[in-house]
């Protein structure tokens, strides 16, 4: 056997697992599971590309329905904190993705967009989630 593949590691990245297992006629298999990005690596490359992607998009429901977006979302609640600093940064368009991963609105009904950007900020300091500075 000693003709093992090498998989070069590419820099942002980390090999998650190695497997390896017996299989009939004595054959042995190894195998490397695909690379991860760090979840900060990854939350960087979607939010960037949803702001490049959605920049000239003035429906609020178009930018949250876009894929980077969604795939935000989907990381959930380990999420949070790197949207709440997005938030403290940017002031941007991320109290869907919040309602979306909590299921909570801390902001006041009929309170104004800048409102609601600093009760989610006060509720992602509550929870542990923003820094008070």
Same mark, same amino acid.
């Given at each position: 056997?000693?003709?093992?593949?090498?998989?070069?590691?590419?820099e942002?990245?980390?090999a998650a697992?190695?497997?390896?297992a017996?299989?009939?006629?004595g054959?042995?298999?190894?195998?490397v599971?695909?690379?991860q990005q760090?979840?900060?690596q990854?939350?960087?490359r979607?939010a960037?590309?949803?702001?490049?992607?959605?920049?000239l998009?003035?429906?609020?429901?178009?930018? !949250?329905?876009?894929? !980077?977006?969604q795939?935000?979302?989907?990381?959930?609640?380990?999420?949070?904190?790197?949207?709440?600093?997005?938030?403290?940064?940017?002031?941007g368009?991320w109290?869907? !993705?919040?309602?979306a991963?909590?299921?909570?609105?801390?902001?006041?009904?009929?309170?104004?967009f800048?409102e609601?950007?600093d009760?989610?900020?006060?509720?992602?300091?509550q929870h542990?989630?923003?820094?008070?500075?």
């Amino acid at each position: 056997m000693g003709d093992e593949e090498h998989i070069p590691r590419q820099e942002g990245y980390h090999a998650a697992s190695t497997v390896e297992a017996d299989i009939p006629n004595g054959i042995r298999i190894s195998h490397v599971s695909t690379e991860q990005q760090t979840v900060e690596q990854k939350f960087r490359r979607l939010a960037d590309q949803w702001r490049k992607e959605t920049r000239l998009q003035s429906s609020i429901n178009k930018r !949250a329905m876009h894929s !980077a977006y969604q795939q935000i979302i989907g990381m959930g609640q380990d999420a949070l904190p790197l949207i709440m600093e997005e938030l403290k940064r940017t002031r941007g368009h991320w109290l869907w !993705a919040l309602f979306a991963i909590t299921g909570e609105d801390p902001a006041p009904e009929g309170c104004t967009f800048s409102e609601a950007v600093d009760a989610w900020l006060r509720w992602g300091i509550q929870h542990g989630y923003a820094s008070p500075d």
